[in-house]
C-alpha cells in the first residue's frame, strides 16, 4: 500500500487580505479524504491543527498563519520516514509565482528529511477562493524543492499523478461528479487544535464584530462548484479548457445533506462558512442546503456572497438567525457598468429588492462594490458610491466598496500589462491596480478614502450639539441664529435629552448658544453630562463671561474636555466691528487668559473664527493671536447662510480659501487646523484639514425650544451641486456649495408656547 504524506503548510498572508485564508486547509483535508478511499495509507499534517497553530505578526507587517515552520516539520518527520509521495498544498496565499518564504522554507526542510520522496506542489483547488493563474516554469523554479506542480483541481488525477510521478506542471482535470468524492477527512485533523487556531487567530487580528464569524465549531463547506456567469472580475472555474463555457457542478440534495449533517453531527461544527462561488444559482439545491442546516440547527454564512435575483423573500426569513449577514453583490450602481463592463447580467433593482427583504426580516446585509474599472468613468463612480450610500441608509445594508484587481486569469487582466505584484490578497483592500482605467490610482483613492469617511459618519449620532440659550451678549453680523427670542431652554427638559442620547450611546456633547454661559444651567449641565458618562464635552463661547476670575474657574473645572472660544479678529477693532460690541475683545482676550490659567491638565482650549469680509485677510494674525495665548487649536468656519448670514457678510470663497491654505502653510506644524463649511476643491491637496460636510451626519442638534435636526441634512437644505460636482473624488462626502441669497429664518423660532414645560420624553 503506498504511504503518502499531505501537508496543509503555514502561509504568510498580508494585513488585509481577501479568501478567508483560515479555511484554505479545505483542500489537504480533501485530498487526504480522495487518496484514502482509493486505499493509500495517508497521513495528514495541518498547519491549521497543531498545539503551536496561530496567527503571529512577523517583522515586515505580515500575518504568519498556522504552526511555526518548524513544529509543522516535526509533525511531519514520522511519516517523513516511511512516505513514498509528499503532497503540499499551495494556496492563492503562497504568492504564485513568486517564492513565499514560508512555504520555501517547509518544502526545504520536507526534502532535506525525505530526498527520495515525491515531493508534488499541488494547488488542490476547491472553489469557492480566487485563482491566481500563474507560468508551471515560474513556479517551479521558485521551488526547486519539488518535483512537479499539480494545477487547479486535484481528485480527478492526484492519484495518477502519484503514481507516475511525472515532472513539471501538470494540469488537473474537474472532478465529473461532486457525489463521487468522499466527505473530507476532518477525522484526520485535531478539530480541538483546529478551534483553538481560529479563537486565537480571531483575538489577534482584534477586529470589532466579524461580518463572518468563526466560533464555537466553524467548518468549511463546499456544496457546489464553479459558477455559470462570467463576471469580469471573477477567477472561478479556472480550469476550464479555452473556450469552454463556464458551469457549475453541485452536490446531489441527498449528499448536499450527508455532508452539513456530517459536519454537525460527526465532527461538532456548530457553523458552517459555506464558501460556494455561487450558492444559489440553483433554487432547489439553495432550499435543499437551508432544509440541511436546520435539520441539523447549525448556523451558517456565505462568505463569497449569493446572487439577488435568485434571492427569494422566503429564503431571507429562513435564514433569519442563522447567517450573521447576508452578502450579495451589485459590483456597481451603474446598469450600463454591470452589463456592459463587469457583464454580470444583473439587473440592479434585485439588489435593492434583496437588501429591502434583509431589512425587513431583520437580517444584517452587505453589498459588494467595485470601483476603478476599466471604462467607468469619475462619474459612475461617484454613481456607485452615492447608490451604495442611498441603499445604506435606506435598508442598512453594508457597502463593502473594494477596487478592481484584474488577477491573472480573469477577463479584467486579458490583454493587459499587469503591474509587478507579489501579493494579490491585500490589493483587493489597499490600492487600485487596473490597468487601463479611466480613473487615476491617486483619484481612486481618493474616492476611496472619501467614501469611508462617509461610512463613518454615517454610523449614527455620535454627538449632540445642545443650544442652550438664545440669549447673547454680541450682536454678531453673521449671527446664525439671528433676531431670535433671547431666552434660556428648559434645564429639566435638557437633563432628559442628554440622557436620551447616552442611553443611545452618544458619548460626545458640545454646548452652544447663543452665548451658553449667560445661561446659569450651563455648568450644572455640563457636571450632569459628565456624571452621565459622556467622555468629550465641549463649550463654545465668546468667553466675555471668563473675563470674571471666579467664573472662569468653575466653568475651565466643571468637567468639560475642550473650551472653544469665538474670536473674529485679531484687534479690538475688527472683533468689535463684527460682534458689534466695542469692549468685547478685551473682556474675551482677559477671559481666554484666565481659563488657560485655570484649567486642569487635559482639557483642549481652541479659537472658532467665522470669515467674513470684514476679516478673511487678517486670519494669519489671529493665528498667531491663538498661539500666543496658548490656544493651539483653530476652527475655520466659512458662513453658514442662517440668521445674518448673507451674501453682503459673507467674502469671496476663493479669496477666503487661499488666506486659509496660507495659513494652514505657516501653522500646521504648531497647531491644530480645521476648515469648516467649505467644498473640498477650494483647497485640493489640503483636504485633511477640510471638515467634511457629510461629518455633520453623525451630529444631532437640539434647539432651545426642543426640536431636533440631523445636522447635516438641515444645512444640505442650502447647498448645491454645480456641473463640475459630478466626477469629483470628493463629491459623495461634500454637500456642494452654499447658497446664501434670500436667505429664509431657521425652523428654530421660539414661539409662546415653547416657553411652557413640555411633555416628558420618552
Known sequence: MPRVLVVHPPTSVARDFIDYPWFADLGAVQAAAVLRARGTDVTLVDAHALPGSTLAWRDDGRAHLGAPVAEVVAACAPALAQADAVVVAYTPFHRPPARCDVLGATLAAIRACAPGAY?????????????VEADGARVLASYLEADAWLKYEAEADLERVLTERPRGAVRGRDAASLDALPLPAWDLVDLAAHDAFRARLVTALGRGAWAFPIDGRTLPLLTSRGCPFRCAHCSSNPGREPGAPKAQRRLSEERLRAAVV?????????RLQVLDEMVNVSARHFEALLAAVEEADVRFDVPNGMRADYLEREHVRRMRGRVATLSVSAESGVQRVVDEVVGKQLDLAAVGRAAEAAHAEGVPAMVHFIVGLPGETAEEINATLAYAHELHGRTGAWPAVQFSTPLPGTRLADGRALPL???????????PS??????TPETLVAFKQTFDALMRASEGPRKVVMNVTYACNNHCTFCAVGTRTPVHGNAER?????ALYRQRGVTLVD???????????????????RALGYERINVTTNGRLCFYEDFARRLARSGLTSLLFSVHGPDARTHGQLVGVAEAFDQTVAGIRNCVRFAPRGVELGMN???TKGNFERLPEVAELALSLGLP?????????FGRATRWVAPDTQAAADVARAVIDAYRDRMKLQMVNLPFCFLPGYEDFVAGDYAKLERHMIFVNNETVNLAGYLAERRVHRPQCAPCPRRVYCGGFYELDDVPEPPWLVRPEDLVRPARIE
Open 119 to 131: 515531493v508534488l506542489l499541488a494547488d488542490l483547488y476547491q472553489s469557492g477562493q480566487h485563482y
Open 262 to 270: 456530517s459536519l454537525a453531527r460527526e465532527h461538532g461544527a456548530t
Open 421 to 431: 505584484v507579489d501579493d494579490w490578497g491585500p490589493r483587493f483592500q489597499a490600492a
Open 434 to 439: 487596473q490597468p487601463g482605467a479611466q480613473v
Open 494 to 498: 435638557q437633563r432628559e435629552w442628554l
Open 511 to 529: 454646548f452652544d448658544g447663543g452665548e451658553p454661559t449667560l445661561d446659569p444651567d450651563l455648568i450644572p449641565l455640563v457636571r450632569h453630562a
Open 609 to 611: 473664527i467665522t470669515l
Open 633 to 641: 487649536w483653530l476652527n475655520v468656519q466659512f458662513l453658514t447662510p
